[in-house]
């Protein structure tokens, strides 16, 4: 052994091997981009369950699409803008009531923290505007009679706050799936409270 490390460093090529084996750790931190310096794109399918709606309380689900555009401002700390299409109405059981999402716009700051090197959990607080409609058909019947003092505009107040809870794995380099869930609006005016449930991808660069 001592003798292959002796005409190793005797070699011509010891000071290009020496060189390399010096600026090879250096090299790969350099590859390395901190979080910090990375935004992020994500696109994702998001459940909406509208809860309380009319007297009886009931709930009904919508579906929409999300997308969202962030960065992180430090390796714990994020922000991102959201912009989100209803694609599925919300029909209130036992009626002929529906809510429909029609957009959604969303701003928030968040936390991540990670849970081992391929998983983080996060949380996130911010301002949502929204708006879509509410229809009723048949607005004699008695099983409407709950839903006839909304007016045609859904949800009354546009702008509300907003929260998430979320946890991510990363699949493979820079690229997460992610699961959340937390509340996107309470509509002051009609007090129907709606949550957001959602999955998709994230992709980090």
């Not at 290009?16 to 935004?39: G, M, Y």
């Not at 959990?121 to 409407?144: K, V």
Request: one cysteine or more; charged letters at 20%.
């Amino acid at each position: 052994m001592t003798k292959v490390v002796r005409t190793a460093l005797q070699s011509p090529l010891a000071p290009f091997c020496l060189c390399a084996l010096l600026l090879s750790p250096q090299a790969n931190a350099q590859e390395t981009t901190p979080r910090a310096d990375k935004h992020y794109v994500g696109l994702l399918a998001t459940a909406i369950n509208h809860r309380t709606i009319g007297p009886a309380a009931e709930r009904a689900w919508g579906s929409a699409a999300t997308l969202v555009v962030g960065g992180h401002i430090t390796d714990l700390f994020h922000a991102e803008l959201r912009a989100g299409g209803g694609y599925k109405d919300a029909k209130v059981p036992d009626s002929d009531f529906t809510l429909a999402v029609d957009y959604f716009a969303s701003w928030y700051i968040g936390m991540h923290y990670p849970l081992g090197e391929y998983a983080n959990i996060y949380g996130q607080f911010g301002f949502s505007y929204i708006h879509g409609e509410a229809t009723l058909s048949n607005r004699d019947a008695d099983r409407n009679v709950f839903y006839r003092n909304f007016g045609d505009e859904f949800p009354d107040s546009g702008f509300s706050t907003s929260w998430l809870a979320g946890l991510d794995f990363e699949v493979i380099e820079d690229t997460f799936l992610v699961f959340e869930g937390g509340k996107l609006f309470e509509d002051t005016g009609s007090e129907v409270n709606s949550f957001q449930f959602s999955g998709g991808v994230r992709y980090e660069f």
